[in-house]
């Protein structure tokens, strides 16, 4: 007589885990925790997750999905007890949040949260933070690290739309590489900054890698340091610096006016022009850009939408008492010179408006978009343009400016 035992195969090991208040409150996250791991995970409250990192179990854990929302905020001392003591056991934490506050996410993410993902998840996001915590770190050579030099002029150019689509960034990327490219000979050091966190398009226009470092430096600037401010940077054909946005979306909040003072002093350190692409919205920070910028462009269309913004945006600042006198307003897709129409239209749109607009760029056609998405500024793809002709005038008059004030000092 013969027997058989059905063997059932162990179960899968745990290499992962969420801790939540209730993970039922996140559905979505237990979706993507099964879609990625299968049943290779499993979930701990706040207080369980600290007794069970006390366990030999614990050392197999890869990283824990850290997910919190509003109600959470109370316990934030907790949170920060959680991820350090996941960071002191080597596990990798991803931040999930819903409904919290900027001040309450960046603390959280300066206490060593590796990733954060908002909540509800987009698509395909978990995994792709699951698989970056997954890569193995490559530092860089520090021959390979940025080398900056002091003495800049440190001349800041603000660069921000009051509408969608103006072409603000256009504007920035473009106008940066005309000044780092303006003379053959003792050409001035010039730093892109793409302030525009969430929507930066600086990295897309010039074809440049998103360094996680990046988020980094802007998570922790206390701890800034020339090093870091230059490793976060990468290099257009050797002539231009950039600071693209994050690689991940992230609050605009989360960087305080504090973190953008400290960028900005850096970068004007080492740089003679420092170039800011802002975000279109008006954060917190704004006004330390607006103070600090040498000049600000705001940039405008001979549309509704522009005209609106403006009146809103100048109350806005006169309200506070805020320099409103240093933004200096450009038109983009200005009329052509023969268009007498186009150009009363402009002049009326000033006058209700009670501004001055001081630069007029012209429409660059379809030449512009085809330059953004091959990753090429105009005066390589297509120099004759009528917007890059006017943008390189933009530039050589600052450089002048610049000369002359230098050379007069």
Known sequence: MTSTASLQPDPAPIVACTISRDVQDFDLLIEDMEAALGESWGDLGFAEALTFFNQPEANRLEFVALAIDGED?????????????????GIKVILIAEDVTPAALHQLLRQGADEFVPYPLPEGELMAAIKRLRQPATPKPAAE??????????????????????????LAVNLAWELATVAKENAPRV??????????????YLDLPRREAVFEMLNDTEAMDEEVFAQALV?????????????????????????????????????????????GAVVQWTETVLTAAHVYFALVELEMRSAQNTLRLKQALQAE??????LRFALNR???FTDLNGKARVKRMAES?????????????????????????????????????????????????????????
């Open 145 to 170: 690290a940025s080398k900056l030099s002091e003495g800049g002029d440190g001349v800041i150019l603000a660069v921000q739309g009051l509408a969608g689509g103006v072409g603000a960034s256009t």
């Open 235 to 279: 290099t257009h054909e050797e002539t231009l610096q950039v600071l693209t946005a994050p690689a991940d979306l992230v609050p605009l909040d989360i960087v305080t006016p504090q973190d953008i003072e400290r960028v900005l002093d850096m970068a004007a350190r080492h740089f003679d022009f420092v170039v800011v692409d802002m975000p």
């Open 321 to 326: 008492d805020l320099p409103f006198e240093k």
């Open 334 to 336: 200005a009329p052509r």
């Open 73 to 89: 905020e109370d316990n934030l001392a907790l949170m920060g007890e959680v991820i350090a003591a996941a960071a002191a056991k």
């Open 191 to 204: 730093c892109l900054l793409d302030l525009d966190l969430q929507r930066g398009a600086a990295a897309t």
């Open 353 to 409: 408006l009670g501004i001055s607009i001081e630069l007029h760029l012209s429409d660059g056609g379809r030449q512009v978009a085809q330059a953004g998405d091959h990753g090429t500024p105009l005066a390589r793809s297509a120099p004759k343009n009528p917007l890059r002709r006017d943008v390189a005038k933009l530039a050589q008059s600052l450089f002048d400016l610049g000369r002359d004030a230098t050379e007069a000092a």
